[in-house]
Each structure stands twice: as C-alpha cells, then as structure tokens.
Nanobody, 121 residues
Framework: QVQLVESGGGLVQAGGSLRLSCATS????????MGWYRQAPGKQRDLVAI???????NYPDSVKGRFTISRDNAKNTVYLQMNSLKPEDTAVYYC???????????????WGQGTLVTVSS
C-alpha cells in the first residue's frame, strides 16, 4: 500500500555534501510528521531530523547547523540536505513518515528501505 523510497546516498569525502530524498507512493490521505534516521553497523537507530506538516523542524546536536530537512507537501516528498559531512555521519539513512490512508483510523508509521551514506576521511 504505502511505500517510502530513499535515494541520494553514496560515497563522499569529509567536508562534502549530499542531498537525500524520500518519495512516497500509494494511497495517502495525509502525512503528519516526516523524518530521517540513521543507523551505523553495531549501533542503534538514531534520529537525524524531523519535520512537521507545518514545517517545524528538530535536529539533534550532532547534525545541527550542518543538516537541513525540508518537505514538498504537494509531492509528499521529504529531503535531507547534508553539508560539512564527517566520517561519523557514515550510516544507512532511513526515511520515516506518519501517514493516514483512506478509511483507516489514526496514522500508520512507515519506513523506507534505507540508503547508504559513506563519508571518507
């Protein structure tokens, strides 16, 4: 039914930039919060950025000032602009969204498959 697909990952040098995108598909009535998370091997999945339907954002200190989350509500797509990348940013990045589907109660939490970001030193 509802799917999220991330793209834009790859290999970059420290100090470089990448722009990730997350496209949604399926029958969707509305999307509430959208966010990005990341998980490095052997570590837990951590929040990277969250954006509300109204555009309010939150970031952890680890990425604040370097990463920017944005969304295009007309396209039901969320983006993550990553600048000044560091080796510690290396991880699989996952898109997340709270979506409301037709004739369903409440929101469904949907995850993408992830896209790998590797930052070399």
């Amino acid at each position: 039914q509802v799917q999220l697909v991330e793209s834009g990952g790859g290999l970059v040098q420290a100090g470089g930039s990448l722009r990730l995108s997350c496209a949604t598909s399926g029958s969707i009535d509305s999307i509430n919060v959208m966010g990005w998370y990341r998980q490095a091997p052997g570590k837990q999945r951590d929040l990277v950025a969250i954006i509300s339907s109204g555009g309010s954002t939150n970031y952890p200190d680890s990425v604040k000032g370097r990463f920017t989350i944005s969304r295009d509500n007309a396209k039901n797509t969320v983006y993550l602009q990553m600048n000044s990348l560091k080796p510690e940013d290396t991880a699989v990045y996952y898109c997340n969204a709270e979506v409301r589907v037709p004739r369903s109660y409440g929101y469904l939490e949907v995850w993408g498959q992830g896209t790998l970001v590797t930052v070399s030193s």
